[in-house]
Nanobody
Framework: EVQLVESGGGLVQFGGSLRLSCAASGFTFSNSAMSWVRQAPGKGIEWVSTITSSLGRTTYADSVKGRFTISRDNAKNTLYLQMNSLKPEDTAVYYC???????RSQGTQVTVSS
């Protein structure tokens, strides 16, 4: 059974940083492209970033490019999202997921105060 458990969210001030982690199990993590998505209150799911499996190529939404960095540790079956220069509009529940699949985890709340 695929399990994805996010952690690292919290309350941070404008301009602050957070590092999200996602512990993966139940599938071959190293062979899977992975993504972060987010959902702000009252809004739909927004794609944030994707990292490929072997080469670790990354792509980002324009809204986070230059501020967020996605990475992975295949030895630890863990996905990361380093978030810098946070803005109030980054406030959302953040989910990690297998690329191309719907979110299936509980997510972690990120709240950025102005």
């Amino acid at each position: 059974e695929v399990q994805l458990v996010e952690s690292g969210g919290g309350l941070v001030q404008f301009g602050g940083s957070l590092r999200l982690s996602c512990a993966a199990s139940g599938f071959t993590f190293s062979n899977s492209a992975m993504s972060w998505v987010r959902q702000a209150p009252g809004k739909g799911i927004e794609w944030v970033s994707t990292i490929t499996s072997s080469l670790g190529r990354t792509t980002y939404a324009d809204s986070v490019k230059g501020r967020f960095t996605i990475s992975r540790d295949n030895a630890k079956n863990t996905l990361y999202l380093q978030m810098n220069s946070l803005k109030p509009e980054d406030t959302a529940v953040y989910y990690c997921k297998i690329a191309g699949s719907p979110p299936r985890s509980q997510g972690t709340q990120v709240t950025v105060s102005s």
